[in-house]
């Protein structure tokens, strides 16, 4: 395949090169093809002893038959160029398939992680309110106590006060309130 891109390439470049000039020797038309050497010749080169024996066909023929031969090769080159295409656009799918799984479990992990955050917010509120029937709870049984405490404190200081008074007072007064 590489020979007949080779070729080609040699022919249509020389045919490019010549095809409105004339021969650079003679200054007659490019009319013929050498197969041996893969020129383009005038009437003069081919039957100069350069050309002599070599095959020799119109330009026209050998740049028929050499279609002919490319067409395998073309063919060949468009099927490839279809298979990549096809794999291109299966990776574009493949990739646009990727793209939206990763949406989608962005997306789940979102409502996942949401629903445990609310959970987390309900839960929070039930053992606050909880805490605090508890602190109250508390509260109101530390400050009954306090008050019990203090009334009792209240009673003791009355009761101080009023032994220290009898004690200071005479003695026969301290007869009479123990009495």
């Known amino acids: ?4 891109n080779l070729a080609l390439r040699n022919i249509a470049g020389t045919y490019l090169k010549q ?5 650079s020797l003679h200054g007659q038309k490019l009319l013929f093809f050498c197969e041996h ?3 383009l010749l005038c009437v003069v080169c081919q039957t100069s002893k350069n050309h002599k024996n070599h095959p020799v066909c119109p330009v026209e023929e050998a ?3 050499l279609k002919e031969e490319l067409k395998p090769a073309l063919n060949l080159i468009k ?5 990549f295409s096809e794999v291109e656009q299966e990776c574009k799918e493949t990739a646009e398939h990727i793209k939206s799984q990763a949406q989608h479990t962005e997306r789940q992990i979102k409502a996942e992680f949401e629903k445990l955050h609310q959970f987390l917010r309900e839960e929070e509120e039930v053992r606050l309110a909880v805490l605090r029937v508890e602190d109250e709870q508390k509260s109101r049984i530390m400050k009954e106590k306090i008050e019990n405490i203090t009334r009792q ?3 003791l200081s009355d009761k101080i006060t009023a032994i220290e008074r009898v004690m200071d007072t005479e003695d026969t007064s301290v007869l009479q309130v123990g009495a």
């Open 63 to 65: 740049v028929l038959e």
């Open 37 to 39: 050497d893969k020129e």
């Open 153 to 155: 404190i209240s009673t």
């Open 19 to 23: 095809k409105t000039t004339d021969c």
């Open 79 to 83: 099927e490839k160029l279809k298979r």
């Open 1 to 4: 395949m590489e020979a007949i």
